[in-house]
């Protein structure tokens, strides 16, 4: 985890996610050849993503990055809850705003992830508790 700006926090890349499903992709391609090539693809796809995109947690917004340009805002004040599912082997991130869900793929460190979260939105229900 990095500090880029002050009160803001930009999250280290981790690997771990998309390296297992490309892993997982070997078996299948000699079981089915299109379902091993669907992961394949999806492995290194995500691995791609891993080492593009990039979140900072400012002080007002969730900034989604890619390299030098910025994708998206999601200032805190339309967040409503945000969960990381199956905290054993965190895979998804999930936070519901005013008019809508959004999924992420964990791409990023979860234990700084849940620490950015809790000090940014710590007001806002964690709903897997």
């Given amino acids: 985890m990095t500090t880029t700006q002050p009160g803001s926090t930009q999250l280290s890349p981790s690997y771990k996610l998309p390296i297992v499903i490309a892993l997982l ?3 299948l391609l000699f079981i089915q ?4 090539l669907f992961v394949a693809f ?4 995500l691995l791609y993503q891993t080492t593009t995109i990039r979140l900072i947690f ?4 969730l900034e989604v990055w890619r390299q030098e340009n910025i994708l998206k805002t999601f200032p805190y004040a339309d967040w409503q809850s945000w969960t990381i599912f199956w905290p054993p082997l965190p895979i998804l991130f999930y936070f519901k705003e005013i ?19 809790q000090t ?4 806002l229900s964690d709903v897997s508790g």
Avoid at 58 to 61: D, I, L, S
Avoid at 99 to 117: G, M, Q, R, T, W
Avoid at 120 to 123: A, I, P, T
């Fill in 58 to 61: 400012t002080a007002t917004a």
């Fill in 25 to 27: 992709s070997l078996p």
């Fill in 120 to 123: 940014h939105v710590s007001d």
């Fill in 33 to 36: 050849l299109g379902i091993g």
């Fill in 99 to 117: 008019n809508s869900i959004h999924f992420l793929p964990v791409l990023f460190a979860p234990n700084e992830l849940k620490e950015a979260l």
């Fill in 42 to 45: 999806l492995g290194l796809f």
